[in-house]
């Protein structure tokens, strides 16, 4: 059983950062990658990146990269999602999740189904 939680989520202006983390229980960051989606409101659940500390693996969605840096924090075992220049379209629940049956790698566009376990979100709001 693997427990994902989200923090960091709030709400910031335009051209703001914002800091995401999510903890996961156990080694699970050892075995799998940890991917970070992001659900606007009234849209589907898409990708926003994802680490793998199994074999280095990483990717970012079009929309974030250059902009969203992702990385491990070995002291707070965390997965954290660094956010700059945010804009009002980044407003979003973001979830962080894995796969455990055969996750270890990052896959880009994976269906959303294929990953077994899913923390419950932190909200992020951009706006003026």
């Known amino acids: 059983q693997v427990h994902l939680v989200e923090s960091g989520g709030g709400s910031v202006q335009p051209g703001g950062s914002l800091r995401l983390s999510c903890e996961a229980s156990g080694s699970t960051f050892n075995y799998y990658a940890i991917y970070w989606f992001r659900q606007p409101p009234g849209k589907e659940r898409e990708e926003v990146s994802c680490?793998?500390?199994?074999?280095?693996?990483?990717f970012y969605a079009d929309s974030v990269r250059g902009r969203f840096s992702i990385s491990r924090d070995n002291a707070k075992n965390t997965v954290d999602l660094q956010m700059n220049s945010l804009k009002p379209e980044d407003t979003a629940v973001y979830y962080c999740a894995t796969d455990t049956l055969f996750g270890s790698s990052c896959l880009q566009g994976r269906p959303i189904s294929e990953l077994d376990y899913w923390g419950k979100g932190t909200l992020v709001t951009v706006s003026a």
């Open positions: 680490l793998s500390n199994v074999d280095s693996s990483t």
